[in-house]
């Protein structure tokens, strides 16, 4: 069950790659250079690889939310 929910500010991405390689998992690179959030409702066992996505985000573009809306990162 989605625990988390993931809001990507795609138009601020650099398109770095560093969620990509944080997480390979729900990250991936899309064709225009910018990076793609594959699952954006995610469960707990997703969060730890999601996070370290968000934390090596350069432009803090990648943000979760817990189940109650508030904001982690
Ligand atoms: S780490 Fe941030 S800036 Fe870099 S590709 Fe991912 S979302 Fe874009």
């Known amino acids: 069950m ?4 993931i809001e990507h500010d795609r138009p601020g991405c650099i398109g770095c790659g560093a969620c990509a390689r944080a997480c390979p998992e729900n ?3 899309a064709k225009d250079g ?4 594959k699952k954006t409702s995610i469960s707990q066992e997703e969060y730890k690889c999601n996070k370290k996505a968000a934390d ?9 939310k817990d189940d109650k809306g508030k904001k982690i990162i």
């Open 2 to 5: 989605a625990k988390y929910k």
């Open 27 to 29: 990250w991936e690179m």
């Open 34 to 37: 910018k990076s793609k959030c």
């Open 56 to 64: 090596g985000c350069p432009v803090n573009v990648i943000h979760i």
